[in-house]
T-cell receptor, first 111, second 112 residues
Framework: SQQGEEDPQALSIQEGENATMNCSYK?????LQWYRQNSGRGLVHLIL?????REKHSGRLRVTLDTSKKSSSLLITASRAADTASYFC???????????FGSGTRLLVRP | DAGITQSPRHKVTETGTPVTLRCHQT?????MYWYRQDPGHGLRLIHY???????DKGEVSDGYSVSRSKTEDFLLTLESATSSQTSVYFC???????????FGPGTRLTVT
């Protein structure tokens, strides 16, 4: 069963707007990661946030983590057409080498 | 793509035939993973390896076997391919002390 579930499944915005995607998970985690996948390509790691962190930034990306609600959000500010892709959250539990991926959010940024 | 290659990139095969997919890395990383990606399911872990000859099952391992005789190569075998194994297969690696995974370009497998 999926550990992480993204919301919304699809998002369409205008270039320059902000995009927010959410991820919910079910069990305790060691860390949560976000990945991007362009059409026909492999996944690319974006950012990792550990269970003892609440917020993290990387360029135009801002990730928050609320372990009490078992949820995370990814904010992409000032979106560009090149941000068009699918975005996945993935969680790793303590004492596990495995990542469990959600089903993803498809983001379309219209020029 | 972090020194990861997959071969073949595309394959069409018939039901009941054996198929082997290869993942090759040049990073000397310890951990390697095989996933499948299907619409509506995200990525699901098939098998993973934590060292040469050390492998373990993921969440969708039925019908698949793996082998790792060298650090750089991780093979995924479908002993008798079925139409339900039509999918895109991704290999990934992580290094020691890191949780970030780096993915190969994928193999699109069609079983007719």
């Amino acid at each position: 069963s999926q550990q992480g579930e993204e919301d919304p499944q699809a998002l369409s915005i205008q270039e320059g707007e902000n995009a927010t995607m959410n991820c919910s998970y079910k069990t305790s985690i060691n860390n949560l990661q976000w990945y991007r996948q362009n059409s026909g390509r492999g996944l690319v790691h974006l950012i990792l946030i550990r269970s003892n962190e609440r917020e993290k930034h990387s360029g135009r990306l801002r990730v928050t983590l609320d372990t009490s609600k078992k949820s995370s959000s990814l904010l992409i500010t000032a979106s560009r057409a090149a941000d068009t892709a699918s975005y996945f959250c993935a969680t790793r539990a303590d004492s596990s080498y495995k990542l469990i991926f959600g089903s993803g959010t498809r983001l379309l940024v219209r020029p | 793509d972090a020194g990861i290659t997959q071969s073949p990139r595309h394959k069409v095969t018939e039901t009941g035939t054996p198929v082997t997919l290869r993942c090759h890395q040049t990073e000397n990383h310890r951990y390697m993973y095989w996933y499948r990606q299907d619409p509506g399911h995200g990525l699901r872990l098939i098998h993973y390896s934590y060292g040469v000859k050390d492998t373990d099952k993921g969440e969708v391992s039925d019908g698949y076997s793996v082998s790792r005789s060298k650090t750089e190569d991780f093979l995924l075998t479908l002993e008798s391919a079925t139409s339900s194994q039509t999918s895109v297969y991704f290999c990934a690696i992580t290094g020691q002390g890191t949780d970030e995974q780096y993915f190969g370009p994928g193999t699109r497998l069609t079983v007719t």
